[in-house]
C-alpha cells in the first residue's frame, strides 16, 4: 500500500509534465512544455488551464497508459496536430489528418494581408489556391461575413475536411470548395478582387533537411515547390491576372530569402505595386501585388 502511495504521488499532473518535457527537449522537440501540455490535456479530454489548477492530481493508471502512448508518438516526431486531430489557427479549432497541411501561426499573416486589402468592399470576392484544412478561407469568411470565398485543392479527400471544418465554424455557406490544379478549373470570366494562396515553395533539395515532424509526415504537394522553390508561385503569377478585376491583388506566402524572386515573378506577370509583410518572428513571409 505504501509503495502504491508512493507511485501515485510520482505521477501527478505537475511531475508528468515535467518528464514528458524533459523528455521531449532530449528528443530535439522545440516547444517540449507546450507540446507535453497540449498532449495531457487531450488525453484528460480537459484544457490546459484544468492542469495548472490541478498540478497534484495523481493520474489513473489507464490515463498513464493512453498518455504513454502520445508521448510514444510524439517522440517519434508526429506532429502533435496529428496526434491529437485537430489545430487552432486564427482562434478556430480545425480538424487535421494525415495528408493535410498543418497550419502554421506564420501563414496568419496572410489573412491579414487579405483582410486589409478588401475591407472597404461592399461585396469582395477572394480565391484561394491550396486550401488544404480550409484554414485561410475559413479565417477570412469568420471575419469578414461580406466576404464570398472560392478555395481550392488538388485533392477531394483533403477537400472534404475543409468543408466539415467550415461547417463546424458554421461558414459552410460562405466558402465554396472546389476541385481544380491552380486555375485550370476555373470558369472563365469568373473575376475576383483577391487571388491568395500559401504554395509549396521549399526547393526540393533542402526538404531533406527539414525537422522530421515536417518531412516525415507532412504532405509532399504542399511542401515541394522545385529546384528553386517557385515553380507554383510562376505557374500561378503567370495566368492571375486573367482571373482578377481591375484593381485587383493577389497576396502570397514565401520562404526564407525568396522575396526578391517572387518579386520579380510578379513584376514580370504585371503586377505593378509590390509590398513586403513580415510575420511575427520579422521574417519576410508575404507578398502582396496590385494590377491597376
Known amino acids: 500500500m505504501e509503495e502504491q502511495l508512493k507511485t501515485r504521488e510520482r505521477w501527478t499532473i505537475g511531475a508528468i509534465l515535467n518528464w514528458t518535457a524533459t523528455y521531449f527537449a532530449g528528443k530535439g522537440i522545440k516547444t517540449p512544455r507546450l507540446d507535453a501540455e497540449i498532449l495531457l490535456a487531450h488525453c484528460l479530454d480537459v484544457d490546459r488551464l484544468y492542469l495548472y ?16 502512448e502520445l508521448v510514444k508518438r510524439r517522440g517519434l516526431r508526429e506532429p502533435v496536430a496529428l496526434i491529437t486531430g485537430k489545430k487552432e489557427f486564427w482562434s478556430i ?12 501561426p506564420e501563414t496568419e499573416i496572410l489573412v491579414e494581408v487579405v483582410l486589409q486589402e478588401i475591407k472597404e468592399n461592399p461585396a469582395p470576392k477572394v480565391l484561394e489556391i491550396g486550401t488544404g484544412s480550409g484554414a485561410v478561407a475559413i479565417a477570412m469568411a469568420r471575419d469578414n461575413p461580406r466576404v464570398e470565398v472560392v478555395a481550392t485543392d488538388t485533392d477531394f479527400t483533403v477537400l472534404l475536411v475543409a468543408r466539415a471544418n467550415a461547417k463546424e465554424a458554421e461558414l459552410e455557406n460562405a466558402v465554396q470548395f472546389t476541385a481544380t490544379d491552380l486555375l485550370d478549373s476555373i470558369r472563365r470570366g469568373a473575376y475576383f478582387d483577391v487571388i491568395c494562396s500559401n504554395p509549396p515553395y521549399v526547393p526540393t533539395n533542402i526538404i531533406p533537411t527539414l525537422d522530421p515532424d515536417v518531412r516525415n509526415f507532412e504532405p509532399m504537394r504542399a511542401l515541394d515547390g522545385g529546384p528553386d522553390g517557385l515553380d507554383v508561385i510562376r505557374r500561378l503569377a503567370a495566368n492571375a491576372e486573367n482571373f482578377l478585376n481591375r484593381p485587383g491583388a493577389i497576396v502570397l506566402e514565401f520562404g526564407d530569402g525568396q522575396e526578391e524572386a517572387v518579386g520579380r515573378i510578379l513584376v514580370s506577370a504585371g503586377f505593378e505595386v509590390i509590398r513586403i509583410f513580415r510575420d511575427l518572428s520579422g521574417k519576410p513571409r508575404v507578398i502582396k501585388g496590385r494590377i491597376e
Open 53 to 68: 489548477l490541478n498540478l497534484d492530481r495523481p493520474l489513473l493508471p489507464d490515463e498513464r497508459s493512453q498518455f504513454r
Open 93 to 104: 479549432s480545425l480538424q487535421i489528418k494525415p495528408g493535410i497541411l498543418i497550419p502554421r
